[in-house]
């Protein structure tokens, strides 16, 4: 297998450019998928100055007199009264503001006698005010490109009466191949699919999967899956991705197209691979679990983040939690746990999904370097 350093890899990746695939859907369904254009907001958020609490609108000038209590505003009211010299106006939490206050007496620091208010705290000008514009302004990004839509976005594109957003939408086909291996779902004797359980939650966050089963160890088998595959916005085979007997993935993508790389010069992610097929990119991922999801993070995301023309990984700066030396012949792949600032290193291996499961992170650490405790190093965070 002819191996190149993972920055020259990065590099292949990064030179490419695909055609985004969109979908307009509602916002309850836009939910966990990316959008493919910033998000402005169209408004002032609050669109006037409104009341934080309920009290009485005052201006400060008058705050030592006995003010004349005008009327009520509610959030409900059309047309905003004009407040005059020594006058109040009741206002609740949220109501707009009346011209010429600017400041909000609460009803608890407020004495009412009769039609008349006597202020018994300290006033200052903007006090219990939200002004126009406070919480959002008009024109302010709301959800980046290539972000995720959170429930959190849903109150602020609902109150501007956004109704639908666009999102990424790629099909993906997902295959795993290999004599040995269980579709997902069936049963038989042999290994389950037990990596494409794993991919396809990950892959609803930019489109829709679907799987189509195991080809065997048989080059017309993965040729007739590829066919099919290829139908597709992006393929993902799993397994097979060696250079063996029967290891067919890779040279079939030569075959059909082109092979961009077949494998890195980093353990774990070494036998990843990346091709072309009718200008359509197919990821070989390996059969081992770490392995698989790892290079899925590494290569997969870095030709999702093609689509969109933004980097869609999350890199972050931690420090090592304890020493670790790295003892193997080429640079390496390590899961960590990341809490607080701090990655701890799980257990090194290419199958262990005990550790996957523990893990939110990994980062590569360069052969043959003791790093130390408290060393700073990259991470990506796992989805």
């Known amino acids: 297998m002819m191996l190149i ?60 007199k006995k003010l004349k209590i005008a009327g009520k505003v509610y959030p ?22 009346p011209e010429g ?11 009412v006698i009769g039609d008349y208010l006597e202020v018994g705290e300290k006033t200052f000008e903007g006090k219990d005010i939200v002004r126009k514009g406070d919480n959002v302004k008009k024109g302010e990004l709301i959800i980046r490109r290539g972000e995720e839509v959170r429930p959190y976005h ?11 957003l666009r999102v990424l939408d790629l099909s993906f086909a997902v295959f795993a191949n290999g004599d040995e291996i269980v579709e997902m779902g069936k049963e038989g004797e042999g290994i389950p699919d037990s990596i494409s359980p794993i991919l396809f939650p990950l892959l609803r966050h930019f489109g829709r999967p679907v799987y189509l089963g195991v080809a065997r160890d048989r080059e017309d088998s993965v040729v007739e899956m590829m066919k099919k ?8 085979s799993i397994g097979g991705s060696s250079m063996g007997e029967k290891d067919y993935v890779k040279r079939v ?29 197919v990821l070989v991922l390996p059969g081992q679990v ?30 090592l939690a304890i020493d670790v030396e790295v003892n193997h012949k080429m640079d390496s792949v390590y899961l960590f746990y990341v809490d ?36 700073k190093v990259i991470v990506q965070r796992l989805l």
């Open 229 to 236: 595959a290829i139908e597709h916005d992006f393929v993902i």
């Open 154 to 164: 849903l109150g602020i594109l609902s109150y501007q009466r956004k109704k639908r």
């Open 101 to 111: 206050a600017n400041c909000v007496v609460r009803v608890e620091g407020a004495k």
């Open 5 to 64: 350093p993972l920055e020259e890899a990065r590099k292949k990746i990064e030179e490419l450019s695909f055609t985004p695939k969109v979908a307009e859907v509602d916002l309850l369904e836009a939910v966990g998928h990316l959008v493919v254009e910033d998000i402005y907001s169209e408004i002032d958020i609050p669109a006037t100055n409104v009341s934080a609490m309920d009290g009485f609108a005052i201006n400060v000038k008058d705050s030592g």
């Open 253 to 281: 993508i030569e075959r059909m197209g082109r092979l961009l790389f077949e494998g890195v010069s980093v353990n774990v992610i070494k036998r990843g691979g990346v091709g072309l097929i009718q200008g359509k990119p």
């Open 340 to 375: 607080g600032g701090k990655a701890f290193p799980l257990r090194w291996g290419v199958g262990l999904y005990n550790e996957i499961n523990k893990a939110n992170a990994f980062g590569v650490l360069k052969r043959g370097i003791k790093y130390r405790k408290g060393d």
């Open 76 to 97: 409900s009211t059309k047309e905003v009264p004009k407040l005059k010299e020594g006058e109040a106006y009741y206002v609740t939490t949220g109501a707009p503001i």
């Open 290 to 319: 770490v392995s698989a999801v790892t290079s899925f993070h590494e290569f997969g995301l870095g030709l999702i983040s093609r689509f969109l023309g933004v980097d869609v990984r999350r890199y972050e700066e931690v420090e």
